[in-house]
């Protein structure tokens, strides 16, 4: 069975760094490219950022990219998105999810990520 | 960027009923488009990749179409537990774009 796991959101300062971790199992990691996807509360699906599957390639939102990292161990099963000098507006659940071509195929329940003083 | 505008935003239907719901491209996807479903408190499912192609488990009930610009979910028959909200998703171009949603409610 494929699951997704996320973990590591929490309350944040503005400024503020934060890393997620979604730890996955029941398929080949190393062989899908992985995605990132966030959900203000109350709001749409936001996609966040893509890795490939030899994470020799990444895709970000214009709304993150140059703060949010992408990352993925192979090893570990897990794909990481380092968050830095987060905002109010990066307040959202995080959820990562397996890209089967083109298609996200498999999704975590996700974690939420709240950046407040 | 490619937008993708759905409509309605909200649909009222009742069990039973035939839905369509609506997303267009602002630009040709060709046939790079996915639809999901989002209960309350859960994660979105994949229901439709490849415009019309049905992910596994998804009933017979749900189909797509389209190509280009212009696509259509369809939900033949109204079960119970198909209202949410539905969400369209082009991957044809970066950045990865989303539609803002129909709401299907009961009526």
């Known amino acids: 069975e494929v699951q997704l796991v996320e973990s590591g959101g929490d309350l944040v300062q503005p400024g503020g760094s934060l890393r997620l971790s979604c730890e996955v199992s029941?398929?080949?990691?190393?062989?899908?490219?992985m995605t990132w996807v966030r959900q203000a509360p109350g709001k749409g699906l936001e996609w966040v950022a893509n890795?490939?599957?030899?994470?020799?390639?990444?895709f970000y939102a214009d709304s993150v990219r140059g703060r949010f990292t992408i990352s993925r161990e192979d090893a570990k099963n897990t794909l990481y998105l380092q968050m830095n000098s987060l905002r109010a507006e990066d307040t959202a659940r995080y959820y990562c999810?397996?890209?089967?071509?083109?298609?996200?195929?498999?999704w975590g329940q996700g974690t939420l990520v709240t950046v407040s003083s | 960027e490619i937008v993708l505008t759905q409509s309605p935003a909200t649909l009222s239907l009742s069990p039973g009923e035939r839905a369509t719901l609506s997303c267009r491209a602002s630009?040709?996807?060709?046939?790079?488009l996915a639809w999901y479903q989002q209960k309350p408190g859960q994660a979105p499912r994949l229901l439709i990749s490849?415009?019309?192609d049905r992910a596994t488990g998804i009933p017979a009930r749900f189909s797509g179409s389209g190509s280009g610009t212009d696509f259509t979910l369809t939900i033949s028959s109204l079960e119970p537990e198909d209202f949410a909200v539905y969400y369209c998703?082009?991957?044809?171009?970066?950045?990865?774009?989303f539609g803002q949603g129909t709401r299907l409610e009961i009526k």
């Open positions: 999810a397996r890209d089967a071509s083109r298609k996200d195929d498999h």
């Open positions: 029941g398929f080949t990691f190393s062989n899908y490219w």
């Open positions: 490849g415009a019309s």
């Open positions: 890795i490939k599957d030899d994470g020799s390639e990444k």
């Open positions: 630009q040709s996807i060709s046939n790079y």
């Open positions: 998703q082009q991957r044809n171009n970066w950045p990865i774009t």
